[in-house]
């Protein structure tokens, strides 16, 4: 989902452009065929800017965004490869508040476009998965000196492949593991480096449609940002918190995490807290 913003980028210092830790229990498991809707919510909070060493590299800093992000997915009939397919859409609807060294920007409306084509997998009753590619299109808007910036003014090809334990009794697991490939920015002539990042979560399930136990995040940027607004080293950082789910067999479905990050090198610092939730009809 792209819901980051130009204020947390990769170029210069930041984030990718998929906000860390969205994800939660189910991220591998397809829904049967036809059209459905899923509704993100999110509140990101950010008062760090981490430095190569993990020093803090500003005193005065604070970034709030806040996320609604509708995503409609539609699973066919038609298998491929052995796999469902399925295509999706995300539209990010963003609040995004920056403050730095006494300077405030904000910026409201219409982030950059999530598309994606995916196929998925069931194995089992318990075991599912689901290998795709995420396409994030410069939809937002944009301008180089505003880091409230609804947009990342470059397009993103995003490689995606999610796994699926679940039991209604019992342990639960979740990975969805991607690799970021930037293209350049035209209005800064600046690359933001490739990354791989994964969002977890395991837990315990209840056998009445709860389980609950920990998830997060883990982010690793592999190659340097190239241009005059790159960043000093590669981005890295892990979040963990704690996490809930619940669904029925009536297609409801509903996730809370709230994540907290360390090990933060190259990018902000700060905690996080996402709701997913279906719309069945």
């Known amino acids: 989902m792209g819901a980051a913003t130009s204020a947390q980028a990769t170029e210069g210092g930041g984030l990718g452009v998929y906000p860390d830790g969205l994800e939660n229990y ?14 993100y919510g999110g509140a990101l909070r950010y008062d760090k800017l981490r430095g190569n060493s993990g020093q803090s590299l500003l005193q005065d800093f604070k970034v709030d965004v806040n996320v609604l992000a509708p995503r409609l997915v539609w699973v066919t009939d038609q298998t491929v490869a052995g796999g469902q397919l399925a295509f999706h859409a995300i ?3 963003l609040d995004v ?11 409201s409306g219409l982030g950059d476009l999530t598309l994606g084509a995916a196929l998925g997998y069931h194995h089992s009753p318990a075991l599912h998965q689901v290998v795709g590619l995420d396409v994030y299109a410069p939809t937002g808007s944009y301008r180089a000196s505003d880091p409230s910036s609804l947009g990342k003014n470059y397009w993103t090809f995003q490689p995606v492949w999610a796994l699926t334990y679940m039991q209604p009794q019992g342990f639960n697991a979740d990975l969805k593991l991607m690799y970021d ?17 994964a969002d977890y979560a395991a ?5 009445n449609g709860w389980v609950a136990g920990i998830g997060g995040h883990v982010f690793q940027q592999v190659s340097d940002d190239s241009g005059p607004n790159g960043a000093m080293g590669k981005a890295r950082a892990v979040g963990i918190g704690p996490s809930i789910r619940y669904a029925n067999e009536k297609g409801v479905l509903f996730t809370l995490k709230w994540q907290k990050e360390f090990s933060v090198r190259n990018r902000p610092e700060g905690q996080q807290l996402f709701v997913k939730a279906s719309i069945p009809f």
């Open 181 to 197: 490939i930037n293209r350049r920015n035209g209005d800064t002539q600046t690359r933001s480096g490739q990354a791989i990042h």
């Open 91 to 93: 539209a990010p609807l």
């Open 26 to 39: 189910l991220a591998g498991a397809l829904p049967p065929p036809g059209v459905h809707v899923l509704l």
């Open 97 to 107: 508040k920056f403050r730095a060294n006494g300077a405030t920007f904000k910026s």
């Open 203 to 207: 837990g315990w399930g209840f056998g």
